[in-house]
């Protein structure tokens, strides 16, 4: 009995210094734990563009979280310094990636006109598809397109081309041919801002959340996500999934069969 109770004294001692620590070891101890958000209306795509060499590290962060994304290519720069292999792309393909177009040498469309503009895109879409990729997306260069530009875009065999911020976009959105995208993803776009573009389309209604990345490292490019914040948000994302969140390829959300390349 005397043990027990000097058990006990020990226990609430214990105790005590515990909750007295926790108090002044943790500024907020009253956080609120994250809400859980049911997405009933909601559809994320993940874009990269331009090829980027340092884009190949995410493959097996999507793979890991269940994700997978949309690769925009300049098949022009391909297995060029500082840009994707044709065997990495094959690799997120193999996984299920998408590769769009990008362009043969990323040129903004509005700048060049008839034959020069037919040969940006079309050539750029028939050498994916000699990759045996299933191109059907295209991203604008700098987001820049015009009616000549977007009527480009449909000859050359596109189902679907984005542009860049006015996200989220409809579902489906008013233009196929110009749909829109959340702001670039930049090297000070924390990972709470990421989820929020997220949450907020949910609770506003829903909508076509699509991200832009660029290149994908720590610093190196005003137009980056650190690899670290990147694998904080495909984690979360991929968890969300759970909660009702779809994840699809732009190719996916837009849909449409593989058209024949076309020469320009
Ligand atoms: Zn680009």
Redesign the pocket.
Known sequence: MKALRYLLISLAALLLAACGSAEVSTPAPQAKPKEAITFKNTVVSLTF??GDADNYQTRSILKENNLRATFYVVSGFTGTSGYMSADELRGLHADGNEIGG?TLS?LNLTTIRGGELKREVCQDRLNLLAYEFDVVSF?Y??GHYDEEARQAVIECGYNNARVVTGGPALLPPADAYTFQAMPYIVQDTRFPKMTRYVTEAESGGGGWVVFVFHHVCDGCNQYAVSLDTFSKFAQWLGEQQKNGIVVKTVGEVIGGQVQPGVAP
């Open positions: 563009d331009d990008h990323h991203a260069p700098y």
